[in-house]
């Protein structure tokens, strides 16, 4: 069974900013794409903006198992209503990979409850991501740091929820240090973000980033079952698995629905 991925990009800069063009001519979505499709155990189709339901229909997405997001400019144009569909589908079980300028993204701010705000310089500057996780499995393959000639630099304070666990840690030209790969879970959904990517850099046709997004494709993948629970079931007393006999006073009637 192939891992069903689908690699979401905001679709914009590509066609309104010269330089964006000239480096992903087929559009940052399908360089991803492609580099996750040279791992057989991996099938990946790309979703935009522009696409009715930003591509990301509720069939769709209920045969996803990992989605990928890549977003900048047009946070403000994914429409509320999809973005909950995806934090359902997160829940259940769906894996979420978010890429550099996705830390302010609707759904990754949704999904950590924070504001995911961070310093940034544009400067074309050297990054070298150290691997502080060598047994983690997103870092298989790698050395002990990915350079990068050229991105842009993220500092810390990196305003996210502790994570589950840090993979890889950036230390720019600049002298600033960010924690780049991180990893949390929420509900039945692993969710990893992955700090390099600007747009104006050639940074995925990397072949170190290529492996850290096909390892972490796999690692996102669920393997239980596909669940949420969202009703907060009343089991009366009689239904118990031991049925019990009410005692004192309650504040529900019998068979009421709860607060939520
Ligand atoms: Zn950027």
Redesign the pocket.
Known sequence: MTIKTIVWGENVHEHSNEVVGRMYPNGMHNTIAEALNEDARISATTATLQEPEHGLSEARLAETDVLIWWG?CAHGDVQDEIVDRVQRRVLEGMGLIVL??GHFSKIFKRMLGTTCSLK?R?AGERERLWVVNPGHPIALGLGEYIELEHE?M?GEPFSVPNPDEVVFISAFEGGEVFRSGLTYKRGNGNIFYFRP????YPTYYNEDVRQVLRNATVWAKHHGKFWIEEDGPNVPPEKAPNPVTVKGEGLHKPGEKGFK
Do not use: L, N, P
């Not at 990517?197 to 104006?200: P, R, V």
């Open positions: 900048h550099h300028s940034w544009e842009e993220y990517g600007h747009e104006t």
